[in-house]
């Protein structure tokens, strides 16, 4: 393992291997170029001569020579392996070099610029610049001849275009298109075949460059990168919103699994909460940092400055139904109205509690803003006026972590850390249902818009659903890799959608849940779709074996009546009426196959 390089004084934005491993060259804000022993870790020269930032630094293909480009307008090329100025070899533009590439044979070296837009290269025997101009049609970040120098790769905003290196033409209907962020890397591999790009997207996307325009053959998303604590639907089904423990919002194809946007970075703390507002045009994301966000639904921005009511971490966030309001409770151990306009939300009200508050929504029908709070109470204001409708109803002194109205505004549902979901008549505060299956406390709780369904999400690691009119478990959703926070409906009560600690999201169908349910006893299918996972094992309701998967599998398995699953990659699990299964391996022995190898009689 190669030690820490410490020595540069500012940040290094980039650093690289030569040919034959030794030594390692970066590149720092401190104006300087360093080589690095690579096994001890030892400094072995400072390369000085640059009067600003440092941008890269590549060794020729030879290794005898770096190339280093700067902020300062000038690449300088250093000898090796002494890491000395060679004596008046620098080029100097007219802008910023963020990039430089060496052709295979050393022969030549393209430079990308900033702001100019401009691609040159440059002959390094006189160090004059060839006749090739290129105009790329964004700022430059990343160049790459390909192996036989015949093309070279360049990279913008959006996309990644290709040119005939000799004369600088664009070799036509070339440009990749499919990442939603800016391309700040790329390389092809030593055959030339493939294309490899790094993106701010979060994601890296290899290319077949050998078969067409659009060829890109693998998308290695990087999802979230920790915990996703919240969910929420677009008014119109078609989007996922999604808050992470990584202090990213994320939105999703709710039809694909795909990444509408690049994230949407601004939180300095864990993202808790996120709600879209019911004209599906604002996102407001609550998270430890104390702050509230309000973000574009369609481009991402953030719109206005961070909203710091609270003065602890903001645990939830919701819209009232007519999207003039925000509502949001935090560990302060308050609720925090704002009116939305324009150029941001505006503080209006802060509603007291007796502790810290973990849930908050306003009724469909507008009247009242309900939170809960980890002593077990829920409180209730009228939206108007911001008096207690009611007093407080209580869970006995269990912590409540999430609440949703009912349709029609008469009920509310609550789930605590005690393992069990409420549901209360909110007019005469009488509990109606107790339902306790669940194995662990009870972080999500959502009505379906019809009014006859209730989800519940748990650390247990499922989702149940749950009949409203008698209080039955309906289905078991499993398949997330441990705890489940989030849970939501579609608007037309079709899916599920849950969000867990495994930064996975699922989308459920509710039929296929139902259908699978009844059909347990009889279809081993059916009885996979509600099975547990436990050390590779898909295991029954009374625990007994189903399935084994290997280790690169589990997680991304998509069983009925999982529709989607958001993922870095995603295996699909399907069996038809030839499925054999039982208790011994006999039971799966085929008959048909036995007989065939009999042969005829």
Known sequence: MVPSL???????????????????????????????ASESGKEVSVLR????????VIFSPNGRLLASASHDKTVRLWSLPA?????????????????????????????????AYEIRIWDLET????????????????????????????????????????????????????????????????????LASGSADCTIRIWDVTSGPRSGIQSLSSMHANAINGVAISPDDSCIVSGSHDRSVRIWSALTGEAKLMPLLGHSGPVKAVAISPDGKLIASGAMDHTLRLWCMHTGESIGDPLKGHRDKVYTVAFSPD????????????????????????????LECVQAIDAVVFSPD?????????????????????????????????????????????????????????????????????????ADLVRGVAYSLDGLHIASASFDGTVRLWDTKTGDPLATL??????????????????????????????WDV????????????????????????????????????????VEYRGCVQLPPCSTNITANRTILTADEGLYWGPEWTSCWRNTAHAAAQGPS
């Open 511 to 550: 039929q296929t849940a139902l259908s699978l349910s009844l059909q347990a006893k009889r279809d081993p299918l059916a009885r996979l779709g509600s099975a547990t996972l436990s050390d590779g094992w898909y295991l029954g309701s009374s625990g007994e074996l189903l399935l084994w998967l290997p």
């Open 127 to 194: 160090l004059h610049p060839t006749s090739v101009v290129i105009r790329n049609q964004t700022e430059v970040f990343s160049l790459a001849f390909s192996p036989d120098g015949s093309r070279l790769a360049s990279t913008g905003r959006r996309n990644i275009r290709f040119w005939e290196s000799h004369s600088g033409q664009e070799l036509a209907e070339t440009a990749l298109d499919g990442h939603s962020g800016w391309i700040h890397s790329v390389v092809f591999s030593p055959d030339g075949r493939f």
């Open 323 to 350: 999207a003039r309001w925000l509502a949001s409770g935090s560990s302060d151990w308050t609720v925090c109205v704002w009116k939305v306009v324009a150029e941001g939300p505006v503080a209006v009200r802060s």
């Open 49 to 56: 001569g640059h009067t600003d930032q440092v941008n890269m």
């Open 6 to 36: 410490l020595g540069h004084s500012d940040w290094v934005p980039f650093a690289t291997y030569p040919p034959d491993g030794t030594p390692i060259a970066s590149a720092s804000a401190d104006d300087t170029a360093r080589l690095w």
């Open 478 to 507: 499993s398949g997330h890799r441990g705890k489940v926070s989030s849970v939501a409906f579609t608007s037309d009560g079709r899916s599920i959608v849950s969000g867990g600690g495994d930064a996975r999201i699922r989308v």
């Open 366 to 438: 507008g009247r009242l803003i309900a939170a809960a709070d980890l002593g077990g109470r829920i409180y209730f204001w009228e939206s108007v006026t911001y008096k207690a409708a009611r007093r407080p109803l209580r869970a006995n002194s269990y912590g409540i972590y999430c609440i949703s109205f009912s349709p029609d505004s008469a009920r509310i549902v609550s789930g605590t850390d005690d393992c069990r979901i409420l549901v209360w008549d909110v007019e005469s505060g009488n509990l109606v249902f107790v339902l306790a299956l669940h």
């Open 83 to 115: 890491g000395e100025a060679v004596l008046n070899a620098y080029i100097v533009l007219e802008d910023t070099v963020p990039c430089i590439a060496f052709s295979p044979d050393g022969r030549y070296l393209a430079t990308g610029t900033y702001h």
